[in-house]
Structure formats: C-alpha cells, structure tokens
C-alpha cells in the first residue's frame, strides 16, 4: 500500500491545501455564523464525505469524462450554481422576515456541504493533478492509494473546516445584535461561491 515515508511527505502538502481558504470552507464559515458550530461540523462532514467521492472517480480514472466531455463539466457546475443561489435568496428572505429562522438540523447542514463539494467538478480535476505524485504503482492498488491519500485531505479539511465554522459560531454569538448582518453576509458568501463555480472552467 502506501509507503511510510511517502505518506509523510504528503502529510504536510494536504494540510498546507487543507488551510488555503476555499469554497467549502467559507461555506463552513457561514453554516457557524448562522447556525452554529454543531451545523458547521456537519457541514464540514459532508464537505470531506464529498471529497472522498471525488477521490474514488479519479482514483477509478472517471475524470477523464469530465475532460473529453465538457458539457458533463457544465451540468455539474450549474447545478452547483443554482444551489449556492438558492441559499443566498433563502437568506434573504430571512432577513426580509425577522420571525423566520434559518433551519438548525445537522441533516440540512451534512447534505448542503456533500453538494457544495460534488457540484464542483474541478475538485476531482484537481486531485487528479495532485494526488498521482505520491502515487506509486509498484507499492499496490492504485484506487487504494488514491483512498488513502484521500482520507488524510478528507480529515485535515474536517478538522479545519470544522474549527473555522466554530470560530465563526463564537464571533456570532458575541454579535448576536447583528443578526441582519450575519444574514446578508451568509447572503453575500453564498452569492459569491455561485459566482466562482459560475466562472470555473475545464482547462
């Protein structure tokens, strides 16, 4: 399987990826400021489930749909899109109504995160890119490999992930006045990531 020493070296790299902000962590950021940490943990679950999907398909070399068919590209992406707009006009739409309180449950914050993650296509590309440095086919199956590195992105990001939504819960709590505020920015975020899964491209 995977070579200690290999997997040493790859420790560091997925963590320095692990703490570049991205989609998925301002994500958790916006489930902690507006619903709490509980919410941003299963946000970031299903963020790092999402991850290990899209390690499997490149692992099993799918990816290379994605490539030779950019339309499959573009579904995947606008889905994503129409996604991210529906929360930012949800949140809205909670600012416009006071007495409407955004939905607390874990199960909505797990499923928002595993979507956030599989409706952004350019993720599996990247671990394509990424991952087949540290791969060594002589060491064993390749898809085990490919799971095994992806395990170690998939916990660094939950745990950064899940800090970051934290420490977004703990501002919130310490503003709860603004309550508005914390409305339109999970709005402006939401709005944001839409707007960068809309501009991605295959190449």
Sequence with gaps: ????????AFVPAALALN?????????CLAQGARRGARAAWAASAGIAIGGLVHVFIAG?????????????????????????????????????????TAP??????????????????KVILFVLAFVPQFVVPSAGS????????????????????????TWADVLAQRFKRGSRVLDFLTAGIFSALAARLAILEVS
């Design 142 to 165: 390749v898809l085990g490999q490919f799971m095994v590195f992806g395990c170690v992105i998939g916990l660094g990001g939950f745990v950064v992930n899940g800090v970051v939504g």
């Design 60 to 100: 099993a070399g799918l990816s290379a749909i994605l490539t030779a068919w950019p339309v499959a590209f573009d579904i995947i992406r606008w889905v994503g899109v129409a996604y991210l707009v529906w929360l930012a006009v949800n949140a809205l739409r909670r600012q416009a109504a006071p007495e409407q």
């Design 1 to 8: 399987m995977v070579e200690p020493l290999t997997l040493i």
């Design 19 to 27: 703490l570049t902000p991205g989609a998925d962590m301002l994500f």
């Design 104 to 121: 607390s449950g874990s199960g909505h914050a797990f499923r928002g995160g595993l979507l956030i993650n599989l409706a952004n296509p």
